[in-house]
């Protein structure tokens, strides 16, 4: 039950209709039709066990539906010694799924923000990305929602946020194109207001 009002609420964040998450059952006889749709036959022993696997799997790879980015950011740390410049976690890696295709978007995030007054744990934002990553999602998307999110909940005075990133739907699928990485950047506060800010912020992710 939990869960399901989790995701309703971040559905309605996301400005959407709430969903009803179906069954174990119901999931599992889901892959067994995409298995039969895709010419196997779904009783044969390599896949007794393959829709209990890709449930189970699905389960961890979109678990982002079922965290909540404020929890996250809620606990900052106002004993800063005065500091008031960039902190910047750059190379998160982190494994998405396109929102199109249903398959792997592989990419780092690179985040930045000025601090007004308060600090947030680094490796809570790692774990911000990592909400929005196990979502459906574009690139776009994520890139977004990660500088809204740090923009709203910690209110400093400016975020900086790029992502890298691979998308399989190119390599795997359509014009299949290997090697080929999208660039995402989104701006806030000072970053979005001060172009030498955005060049200190790119300088500091190129060259460290």
């Not at 400005?15 to 039969?36: D, M, Y």
């Not at 044969?44 to 189970?56: A, W």
């Not at 950011?73 to 750059?90: M, R, S």
Request: proline fraction near 4%; include cysteine.
């Amino acid at each position: 039950m939990d869960a399901i009002l989790n995701l309703r609420e971040n559905s309605a964040r996301q400005g959407k209709k709430a969903v009803i998450r179906p069954t174990q059952q119901e999931a599992e006889a889901a892959v067994r039709t995409l298995l039969l749709w895709a010419g196997d036959n779904p009783d044969r022993e390599g896949l007794l066990d393959t829709p209990k696997r890709v449930v189970k799997s699905y389960k961890e790879l979109f678990s982002g539906y079922e965290e909540s980015p404020e929890e996250v950011l809620g606990t900052t740390f106002e004993e800063v010694a005065g500091y008031a410049d960039p902190v910047l976690v750059k190379d998160i890696n982190f494994h998405s799924h396109c929102e199109h295709h249903m398959l792997p978007i592989i990419g780092k995030a690179h985040i930045a923000y000025l601090p007004a007054g308060r600090v947030v744990g680094l490796s809570k934002i790692a774990r911000l990305v990592d909400i929005f990553a196990r979502r459906l999602q574009t690139q776009e998307s994520i890139t977004a929602q990660i500088a809204d999110a740090m923009d709203t909940i910690l209110q400093p005075r400016g975020v900086a946020v790029m992502i890298e990133a691979d998308h399989m739907c190119m390599a795997m699928r359509g014009i299949r194109k290997q090697g080929s990485t999208t660039i995402t950047t989104t701006f806030k506060g000072t970053y979005q207001e001060d172009v030498n800010e955005q060049v200190r912020f790119m300088t500091m992710v190129r060259h460290g």
